[in-house]
């Protein structure tokens, strides 16, 4: 079982739709989530990041941890043609126990229809 | 303008032919660090550099080799590449903040393909 699930798509929705993208893991030590996009033929660039519980939000964007049920969300409001991308989560335990490693899900291909 | 080049972007060799794929950022990032990105498997570490000289192996690290001289470049080699090291590979700049790790700032990818 990886350590990081998270479900790569594609994932279809028309423009204005609300997203929800999600991951789960299995470390309980994970205590620092992110949200990377990476858009075709480019490297992968930070969207959001998160300490712990709770949410966070970003404009359009919304990052949720349950740390209870070990799960984690991503939720894009007013869907754009231009946020069609793959999101990768990534998370990680404090560098303690990491040496600044982060833990990757395989990302999810999102497409918003025009 | 802050950035992390990699060279070349696209290469396709023959199996057995040493290659060097370049990495430099200037950032004055104390972190770097090389995937590879496969599909259906996400982004897996090969090797990371915490600072000058000093590297470590990752998730994936058989078949490469690193080294860290100066603190903006960081190259990865390929000895004797075999087919199955065909993937999209990118390097990866960060600088520590507090306990978790900082954002990685990554380059553009090199999509290597192996014969």
């Known amino acids: 079982q990886k350590e990081v699930e998270q479900d790569p798509g594609p994932l279809s929705v028309p423009e204005g739709a609300i997203v929800s993208l999600n991951c789960t893991y299995s470390?309980?030590?994970?205590?620092?989530f992110m949200w990377y996009r990476q858009y075709s033929r480019k490297g992968p660039e930070l969207l959001m990041y998160?300490?712990s519980s709770g949410n966070k939000e970003d404009g359009r964007f919304t990052a949720q941890v349950d740390k209870s049920s070990k799960y984690i969300s991503l939720f894009i409001r007013d869907s754009q043609p231009s946020d069609s991308a793959t999101y990768l989560c990534a998370m990680s335990p404090p560098r303690a126990y990491s040496n600044y490693q982060l833990i990757w899900g395989a990302g999810t291909k999102l497409i918003i229809k025009p | 303008e802050a950035q992390v080049t990699q060279n070349p972007r696209y290469l396709i060799t023959v199996t057995g032919k040493k290659l060097t794929v370049t990495c430099s950022q200037n950032?004055?990032?104390?972190?770097m660090s090389w995937y590879r990105q496969d599909p259906g498997l996400g982004l897996r570490q090969i090797y990371y550099?915490?600072?000058?000289?000093?590297?470590d192996k990752g998730d994936v690290p058989e078949g490469y080799k690193v080294s860290r001289k100066e603190k903006r470049n960081f190259p990865l080699i390929l000895e004797s590449p075999s087919p199955n090291q065909t993937s999209l590979y990118f390097c990866?700049?960060?600088?520590?903040?507090?306990?978790?790790?900082?954002?990685?700032?990554f380059g553009p990818g090199t999509r290597l393909t192996v014969l």
């Open positions: 550099s915490m600072n000058v000289e000093v590297t």
């Open positions: 950032m004055n990032h104390e972190y």
């Open positions: 990866a700049s960060s600088t520590p903040r507090g306990p978790f790790t900082d954002t990685q700032y």
């Open positions: 998160t300490y």
């Open positions: 470390n309980s030590a994970f205590q620092y």
